[in-house]
């Protein structure tokens, strides 16, 4: 179980960052508040953090169970640019 929640953290803290430099570059510019671009931008992440982790999970779930931080990196990264093809 633990292995998900870290499957979900990294997942979750990379679409984060991503989606706060891309909704500053166009929001911010439009008038929006920077507390109104975190928000929206912790809401798209989270959810972008359940869809991909569950693609994984549905993918690699017997991989998944009890592997080290790095490996889970790996899994993360190969299921993430899975999940951009779509």
């Given at each position: 179980m633990h292995s998900?929640?870290?499957?979900?953290?990294?997942?979750?803290?990379?679409?984060?960052?991503?989606?706060?430099?891309l909704f500053s570059i166009i929001l911010i510019p439009l008038g929006m508040s920077l507390k109104s671009v975190i928000i929206i931008s912790l809401i798209v992440s989270i959810l972008a953090a359940l869809?991909?982790?569950s693609k994984i999970i549905a993918n690699y779930g017997n991989k998944i169970k009890n592997k080290s931080l790095k490996q889970?990196?790996?899994?993360?990264?190969?299921?993430?640019?899975?999940?951009?093809?779509?």
């Amino acid at each position: 179980m633990h292995s998900y929640i870290i499957l979900f953290a990294l997942i979750g803290g990379a679409t984060l960052l991503a989606s706060i430099t891309l909704f500053s570059i166009i929001l911010i510019p439009l008038g929006m508040s920077l507390k109104s671009v975190i928000i929206i931008s912790l809401i798209v992440s989270i959810l972008a953090a359940l869809i991909i982790s569950s693609k994984i999970i549905a993918n690699y779930g017997n991989k998944i169970k009890n592997k080290s931080l790095k490996q889970m990196i790996e899994i993360a990264k190969e299921g993430y640019h899975c999940s951009n093809s779509l």
